[in-house]
T-cell receptor, first 108, second 112 residues
Framework: SQQGEEDPQALSIQEGENATMNCSYK?????LQWYRQNSGRGLVHLIL?????REKHSGRLRVTLDTSKKSSSLLITASRAADTASYFC????????FGAGTTVTVRA | DTAVSQTPKYLVTQMGNDKSIKCEQN?????MYWYKQDSKKFLKIMFS???????INETVPNRFSPKSPDKAHLNLHINSLELGDSAVYFC???????????FGPGTRLLVL
């Protein structure tokens, strides 16, 4: 079974709005990562948050981690058309476990 | 100067054929991976090599055989291709195996 599971499956927002997606996982982790996949491309690493961190920022991205609830969220602020992509969370280890992703569509 | 490259980008072939996909990374990483992404976008790990040693071998048919001639290359050979093998195959690498992974652009395999 997939370790990281994203929610919602799909999200459609207007340019300039914020997009929030969530990730749940099952077992203890050392870190959790978020990746972006543009249509027809490979995955690109966005941000890594360690288990002893609660929040991390990178540009317009904000990631939170709640290890007690085994969940993480990714917030994209002031979305742009270029943010249209699928977003995946993955938990650590030699064997990164990905979910099916959240597909985000940013409408102009 | 692509970090992780794969060839070919597209592969269309008949059932029963044998094919190979090549992957090269110029990042100096120790660990390399092969993933399969199905039509529903689920990304599943198939194999991982660390310094040319196989460290992860998921439940993959033995028609799939990875080969790592050196630390910078991890190739995937598939025998007797089946319709269900149609997917996008991604190669990735990471420095130590437990942190950020860098993905190649993918190889789109279509078995007819």
């Amino acid at each position: 079974s997939q370790q990281g599971e994203e929610d919602p499956q799909a999200l459609s927002i207007q340019e300039g709005e914020n997009a929030t997606m969530n990730c749940s996982y099952k077992t203890s982790i050392n870190n959790l990562q978020w990746y972006r996949q543009n249509s027809g491309r490979g995955l690109v690493h966005l941000i890594l948050i360690r288990s002893n961190e609660r929040e991390k920022h990178s540009g317009r991205l904000r990631v939170t981690l709640d290890t007690s609830k085994k969940s993480s969220s990714l917030l994209i602020t002031a979305s742009r058309a270029a943010d249209t992509a699928s977003y995946f969370c993955a938990t650590d280890g030699y064997k990164l476990s990905f979910g099916a992703g959240t597909t985000v569509t940013v409408r102009a | 100067d692509t970090a992780v490259s794969q060839t070919p980008k597209y592969l269309v072939t008949q059932m029963g054929n044998d094919k190979s996909i090549k992957c090269e990374q110029n990042l100096g990483h120790d660990t390399m991976y092969w993933y399969k992404q199905d039509s529903k976008k689920f990304l599943k790990i198939m194999f991982s090599y660390n310094n040319k040693e196989l460290i992860i071998n998921e439940t993959v048919p033995n028609r799939f055989s990875p080969k790592s001639p050196d630390k910078a290359h991890l190739n995937l050979h598939i025998n007797s291709l089946e319709l269900g093998d149609s997917a996008v195959y991604f190669c990735a690498s990471s420095p130590s195996g437990r942190e950020t992974q860098y993905f190649g652009p993918g190889t789109r395999l279509l078995v007819l």
